[in-house]
Each structure stands twice: as C-alpha cells, then as structure tokens.
Nanobody
Framework: QLQLVESGGGLVQPGGSLRLSCATSEFALNYYAIGWFRQAPGKEREGVSCISSSGHVTNYADSVKGRFTISKDNAKNTVYLQMNSLKPEDTAIYYC?????????????????WGQGTQVTVSS
C-alpha cells in the first residue's frame, strides 16, 4: 500500500504563507505524478496543483496560479506545495494524491492513492 503523509497545515491570516509537505516513497515519486487537491465544506474536491514523475511538468488551477508553487525533493521523498498570498477562499482540507500514471491529469477520478489530508484555514 502506497503511503502519502501530509503536514504543514494550520491557521494563517489573509496574505500569509504556508508550506505543505507530502512524504511518500521513492517508488511513488519515480512512477506517479503527485498532486494536491482540496475540499472546502459543501464543495467538491478539486485539483490544485500537480507535478509529473519526471518533475519537468507542473500544472496549477487558475485560482492559485502565481501564488502556489509545487516542487519535489527526490532525496527526501517529499513533495511540497508553497502557498503564498493566501485568501479566505483557500480554506479547505488539502490532500496529497498519487495519480495512476506518471503525468498529471488533475482529475479526482485518476487518483490511485490519497493521503489523510491537512486542514488549511485562512482567516483574520
């Protein structure tokens, strides 16, 4: 069973920053695209950002472009999501996920493995 363990969530004021981490296995990083999804209360889970297994391709939801940056450190088997200029509408549970292929689709239906999620709350 492939494991994905998120950390780094918390409460931050609007305009602030957080960095989420997703610890996983070397196998996962080498063979699967890793994405971040989020789910706000009463809303469907949506794709936020993704990085391909090669690390050469990244994509972002329009709502976070220019504010969020995804990266990975193969030596630490970890994927990061740096979130800057946070807004109240970014409040959600953030999930790390491994897609079923080595490229990013951003679709929930293409996710093979999920982490347990970490809460991000943006509020003054």
């Amino acid at each position: 069973q492939l494991q994905l363990v998120e950390s780094g969530g918390g409460l931050v004021q609007p305009g602030g920053s957080l960095r989420l981490s997703c610890a996983t296995s070397e196998f996962a990083l080498n063979y699967y695209a890793i994405g971040w999804f989020r789910q706000a209360p009463g809303k469907e889970r949506e794709g936020v950002s993704c990085i391909s297994s090669s690390g050469h391709v990244t994509n972002y939801a329009d709502s976070v472009k220019g504010r969020f940056t995804i990266s990975k450190d193969n030596a630490k088997n970890t994927v990061y999501l740096q979130m800057n200029s946070l807004k109240p509408e970014d409040t959600a549970i953030y999930y790390c996920a491994a897609e079923t292929d080595d490229y990013c689709s951003g679709y929930v239906s293409n996710v093979g493995y999920w982490g347990q999620g970490t809460q991000v709350t943006v509020s003054s």
